[in-house]
């Protein structure tokens, strides 16, 4: 059974960092995308970055670009947000995801999700 579990999340001040992970496991990843998706409370989910099985196309959220940075390392069947300058409006829940082919920044095409991980950033 397909499986991704994040870890990562936590409680910081504004201006500081945190790295989620993403791990896969109980199938064949080969060629899958890989997404990050977040939910504030109240707000609907949204599309936070995503990055194809190579690494050779990356996209994001334009509120995230230049703070945050989309990785992953296959061996591991690992993908990792890598989130710096955190502004209290990026608290949320945070969701990985993948799916076959290109990554999408529509979280309907994915075809597995993770649990999520809270993220809380104070002011």
């Known amino acids: 059974q397909v499986q991704l579990v994040e870890s990562g999340g936590g409680l910081v001040q504004a201006g500081g960092s945190l790295r989620l992970s993403c791990a896969a496991s109980g199938g064949t990843f080969s060629s899958y995308a890989r997404g990050w998706f977040r939910q504030a409370p109240g707000k609907e989910r949204e599309f936070v970055g995503s990055i194809s099985w190579s690494g050779d196309m990356i996209y994001y959220a334009d509120s995230v670009k230049g703070r945050f940075t989309i990785s992953r390392d296959n061996d591991k069947n690992t993908a990792y947000l890598h989130m710096n300058s955190l502004k209290p409006e990026d608290t949320g829940h945070y969701y990985c995801?993948?799916?076959?082919?290109?990554?999408?920044?529509?979280?309907?095409?994915?075809?597995?999700w993770g649990q999520g991980t809270q993220v809380t950033v104070s002011s």
């Open positions: 995801a993948a799916k076959r082919g290109d990554p999408s920044t529509f979280g309907g095409l994915y075809d597995y």
